[in-house]
């Protein structure tokens, strides 16, 4: 597993999703869940933003509660 930022090594591994966007454009992300979730395709996600001390500012999705 290869860790794309620093400040996301010590989340290895992490699911990796397609998200299509409510515009249309399908969005290459992360998704955020509990250990052991099984996603669902055209399931709802909302989007969550990082931005550590470094800056570099990330984004992921996690399911709608």
Do not use: K
């Given at each position: 597993h290869?860790?794309?930022?620093?400040h996301?090594?010590?989340?290895?591994?992490?699911?990796v999703?397609v998200v299509?966007?409510?515009?249309?454009?399908?969005?290459?992300?992360?998704?955020n869940?509990?250990?052991?979730?099984?996603p669902?395709?055209?399931?709802?996600?909302?989007v969550?933003?990082n931005?550590?001390?470094?800056?570099?500012?990330?984004h992921?999705?996690?399911?709608?509660d």
């Amino acid at each position: 597993h290869q860790a794309y930022a620093p400040h996301l090594r010590d989340q290895l591994p992490y699911t990796v999703c397609v998200v299509e966007l409510e515009e249309g454009p399908l969005l290459v992300s992360r998704l955020n869940a509990p250990a052991g979730y099984s996603p669902r395709i055209d399931e709802p996600v909302v989007v969550e933003f990082n931005v550590p001390e470094d800056g570099l500012a990330t984004h992921a999705f996690r399911p709608v509660d």
